[in-house]
């Protein structure tokens, strides 16, 4: 499997991309790597640090994109950017799949524009995976279309099923239309319309409406939405676990009693935690799309952009963008 990587996207890049290559090249043995970049800033890392040569190329990149930008226009004007060549490496078929922490509205256009979405499909989406009761779920949009059509949405639901079986292995990924009621009455005319569309659909196994609430329930394993309150779910799902966890150390550590009770449970806390730590799931794959391509998380550190290249590996092997033009394409018929 060989992926591309966009060395110089993300808050922490390159040093922690770069480490994360390396510590994903040690544990995989399969994974070849196209660090792509300032090249002389990528060979002086190398040189200090052990690697398998023979795993590893390096495509020099002199322009960087970054966040403050207008993502379209540096699509089309920073050629040379580590962003646009990693995504050519894609749209070329030199790899099966890119890894950036940069800006995601540049990926988004980068994707649409360069490697370009795959036949029938009508608006790409990206589908981070958040832990839930039992296992995990995905989230789908979370921002990248912050307006959304009942077509849409359908396509999604699709798009959701297909990665969900084909990374997990889950047969039959029960689907929920994220909506302010259960009831199939509930909704605006976004999901109304949506929900009508998601229940004719008989490769859809479709649940019904699910509610805030129940996103990480584990009565789902794909919940569907547009990007504007996809996005919103997603920080506000970071921003609470991060709350609780403050909090819950804050209480532990506020008697000797509760510092003896933490002691003991010290353990179970720690595989808490890693439940809830973002590093541990990689980063979103932006479905739809007519080759791989995976966001990263903008803070990732090397251990959540080793997980995001494991992400890529997977979505490689598993077919993903096959099962999905195969998924689209009955849709049309």
Request: aromatic share 4%.
């Given at each position: 499997?060989k992926?591309?990587?966009?060395?110089?996207?993300?808050?922490?890049?390159p040093?922690?991309?770069?480490?994360?290559?390396?510590?994903?090249q040690?544990?995989?043995?399969?994974?070849e790597?196209?660090?792509v970049?300032?090249?002389?800033?990528?060979?002086?890392?190398?040189?200090?640090?052990?690697?398998?040569?023979?795993?590893?190329?390096?495509?020099?990149?002199?322009?960087v994109?970054t966040?403050?930008?207008?993502p379209?226009?540096?699509?089309?004007?920073?050629?040379?950017?580590?962003?646009?060549k990693?995504?050519?490496?894609?749209?070329?078929?030199?790899?099966?799949?890119?890894?950036?922490?940069?800006?995601?509205?540049a990926?988004?256009a980068?994707?649409?524009?360069?490697?370009?979405?795959?036949?029938?499909?009508?608006?790409p989406?990206?589908?981070?995976?958040?832990?839930s009761?039992?296992?995990?779920?995905?989230?789908?949009?979370c921002?990248?279309?912050?307006?959304?059509?009942?077509?849409?949405?359908?396509?999604?639901?699709?798009?959701?099923?297909?990665?969900m079986?084909?990374?997990?292995?889950?047969?039959?990924?029960r689907?929920g239309?994220?909506?302010?009621?259960?009831e199939?009455?509930?909704?605006?005319?976004?999901?109304?319309?949506?929900?009508?569309?998601?229940?004719?659909?008989?490769p859809?196994?479709?649940l019904?409406?699910?509610?805030?609430?129940?996103?990480?329930?584990?009565?789902f394993?794909?919940?569907?939405?547009?990007?504007?309150?996809?996005?919103?779910?997603?920080?506000?799902?970071?921003g609470?676990?991060?709350?609780?966890?403050?909090?819950?150390?804050?209480?532990?550590m506020a008697?000797?009693?509760?510092k003896?009770?933490?002691?003991?449970?010290?353990?179970?806390?720690?595989?808490?935690?890693?439940?809830?730590?973002?590093?541990?799931?990689g980063?979103?794959?932006?479905?739809?799309?007519n080759g791989?391509?995976?966001?990263?998380?903008?803070?990732?550190?090397?251990?959540?952009?080793?997980?995001?290249?494991?992400?890529?590996?997977?979505?490689?092997?598993?077919?993903?963008t096959?099962?999905?033009?195969q998924a689209?394409?009955?849709?049309?018929e």
């Open positions: 499997m992926i591309a990587v966009d060395v110089f996207g993300g808050d922490n890049a040093l922690a991309v770069l480490e994360g290559c390396l510590l994903s040690e544990q995989n043995a399969q994974m790597l196209i660090l970049g300032e090249s002389s800033l990528i060979e002086r890392y190398l040189l200090e640090h052990p690697h398998d040569a023979k795993r590893l190329c390096v495509l020099h990149a002199p322009e994109i966040a403050n930008e207008q379209t226009a540096a699509i089309k004007h920073k050629r040379e950017s580590s962003l646009v990693a995504l050519l490496c894609v749209a070329d078929e030199e790899a099966g799949c890119m890894v950036s922490a940069g800006s995601t509205g990926l988004l980068g994707a649409t524009l360069l490697v370009r979405r795959l036949k029938g499909v009508k608006r989406a990206l589908s981070p995976i958040l832990p009761k039992g296992g995990c779920v995905a989230l789908i949009d921002g990248a279309n912050v307006d959304s059509k009942p077509q849409y949405l359908q396509q999604f639901a699709l798009m959701g099923s297909a990665y079986q084909h990374i997990f292995g889950v047969a039959k990924p689907v239309l994220l909506n302010n009621g259960a199939e009455e509930k909704g605006n005319e976004l999901t109304k319309a949506a929900f009508s569309l998601l229940k004719e659909q008989t859809i196994n479709f019904g409406n699910c509610e805030g609430r129940d996103v990480l329930s584990g009565d394993d794909v919940v569907v939405c547009d990007g504007f309150s996809g996005n919103i779910v997603l920080k506000n799902t970071e609470v676990a991060g709350f609780m966890m403050d909090m819950l150390k804050e209480e532990l008697d000797m009693r509760s003896l009770g933490a002691m003991l449970a010290k353990p179970a806390f720690r595989r808490l935690k890693r439940k809830m730590d973002y590093t541990e799931y980063g979103a794959p932006l479905l739809g799309i791989g391509i995976i966001k990263a998380h903008g803070s990732s550190n090397a251990k959540a952009f080793s997980a995001a290249l494991r992400q890529a590996g997977a979505y490689i092997e598993g077919g993903v096959n099962a999905i033009a689209i394409g009955a849709l049309q």
